[in-house]
């Protein structure tokens, strides 16, 4: 099955799947990225929750309320013990807040996502946290990491795939694609090396391909033109082997041309990004300029 039929998005003439990443944080606003959206029509959006998700995690949504409490406290003119009393009463709300937080965080991804699904307009959606490890802005730990994206999987919206990373370790990561695959959503297993073109990178396919996930996603930094020719060659080479979709990547300036080219090699999604926005990995094309690449 190719990476189109998976993803249930319509085919087009041969090329690869256009992806743009939505990295918008949180004083972002979703207006302008959802008019260009529109404008330069990519097949889908990932949402690169990394962007976003840690200003609502516990410890700072526990320090907001916290904070709330202290201000309301130095407004009032109340004596010592009855500062020292209230002091100790947020002492007791944390554990009230504590005990309610699953609940809580549930809410917040909701909404969330809610937000992203409501401001896009219709574009198919991958669901990705990107770790600080792997490049990323995100900095859970590898429990929040799981947590958040289970939550985010059964929170009821149809995101066309989730992003897990392969170097989570196993227990948590077959929790993710447990909740993905129960819910019907297919699962993007993906490593990164931002530092060098691993000389093995057929076999980092071959090995990753022996999980339960649906597509296998490689992204390795180019140092060298020899470099970003190893890693087209590694996906030619692993693409006849392994049964799931490949995206491969070699990132970088050096590294443009596997995401012009990449899908000749057997990589069936680039990452392009929507002109006037950042770019969530370095050396990603704007989506005109890759369009217009393919048409010369
Ligand atoms: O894994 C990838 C690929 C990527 O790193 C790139 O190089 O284009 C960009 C990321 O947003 C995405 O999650």
Same mark, same amino acid.
């Given at each position: 099955?190719?990476?189109?039929?998976?993803? $249930?998005?319509?085919?087009?003439?041969?090329?690869?799947?256009?992806?743009?990443?939505?990295?918008?944080?949180p004083?972002?606003?979703?207006?302008?990225?959802?008019?260009?959206?529109?404008?330069?029509?990519?097949?889908?959006?990932?949402?690169?929750?990394?962007?976003?998700?840690d200003n609502f995690s516990q410890a700072v949504m526990w320090q907001q309320v916290k904070l709330g409490a202290q201000d309301e406290l130095a407004q009032k003119n109340v004596s010592v013990m009855t500062e020292a009393k209230m002091l100790a009463e947020i002492d007791n709300a944390k554990q009230e807040f504590t005990a309610n937080w699953p609940v809580m965080n549930?809410q917040i991804?909701?909404?969330?996502?809610?937000?992203?699904?409501?401001?896009?307009?219709?574009?198919?959606?991958?669901?990705?946290?990107?770790?600080? #490890?792997?490049?990323?802005?995100?900095?859970?730990?590898?429990?929040e990491?799981?947590?958040?994206?289970?939550?985010?999987?059964?929170?009821?919206?149809?995101?066309?795939?989730?992003?897990?990373?392969?170097?989570?370790?196993?227990?948590?990561?077959?929790?993710?694609?447990?909740?993905? $695959?129960?819910?019907?959503?297919?699962?993007?297993? #993906?490593? $990164?090396?931002?530092?060098?073109?691993?000389?093995?990178?057929?076999?980092?396919?071959?090995?990753?391909?022996?999980?339960?996930?649906?597509?296998?996603?490689?992204?390795?930094?180019?140092?060298?033109?020899?470099?970003?020719?190893?890693?087209?060659?590694?996906?030619?080479?692993?693409?006849?082997?392994? #049964?799931?979709?490949?995206?491969?990547?070699?990132?970088?300036?050096?590294?443009?041309?596997?995401?012009?080219?990449?899908? $000749?090699?057997?990589?069936?999604?680039?990452?392009?990004?929507?002109?006037?926005?950042?770019?969530?990995?370095?050396?990603?094309?704007?989506?005109?300029?890759?369009?217009?690449?393919?048409?010369?």
């Amino acid at each position: 099955m190719t990476l189109r039929e998976l993803l $249930h998005l319509p085919s087009t003439n041969g090329k690869p799947i256009i992806t743009v990443p939505l990295t918008l944080g949180p004083s972002d606003k979703f207006g302008p990225f959802a008019q260009k959206l529109q404008q330069q029509n990519p097949d889908v959006v990932e949402w690169r929750a990394d962007y976003i998700a840690d200003n609502f995690s516990q410890a700072v949504m526990w320090q907001q309320v916290k904070l709330g409490a202290q201000d309301e406290l130095a407004q009032k003119n109340v004596s010592v013990m009855t500062e020292a009393k209230m002091l100790a009463e947020i002492d007791n709300a944390k554990q009230e807040f504590t005990a309610n937080w699953p609940v809580m965080n549930q809410q917040i991804i909701k909404e969330l996502i809610g937000t992203v699904f409501n401001s896009i307009g219709g574009f198919p959606v991958i669901l990705t946290y990107r770790t600080t #490890s792997q490049g990323g802005q995100g900095e859970m730990s590898p429990v929040e990491y799981t947590t958040f994206l289970v939550n985010a999987l059964y929170a009821g919206y149809p995101f066309v795939a989730v992003d897990v990373e392969y170097a989570l370790e196993e227990l948590l990561r077959q929790k993710i694609i447990d909740a993905a $695959h129960e819910v019907g959503v297919p699962v993007i297993l #993906s490593y $990164h090396d931002f530092n060098m073109t691993p000389k093995n990178s057929t076999a980092i396919i071959l090995e990753m391909s022996k999980q339960p996930a649906d597509i296998i996603k490689l992204a390795v930094m180019s140092q060298s033109e020899k470099d970003t020719q190893l890693l087209l060659d590694a996906t030619k080479s692993a693409v006849t082997s392994v #049964s799931q979709p490949l995206i491969t990547i070699s990132m970088g300036e050096l590294g443009k041309r596997s995401r012009i080219e990449g899908y $000749h090699y057997g990589s069936e999604m680039t990452f392009a990004v929507l002109d006037g926005t950042r770019v969530s990995a370095p050396g990603q094309l704007t989506v005109n300029d890759l369009v217009q690449e393919w048409q010369e």
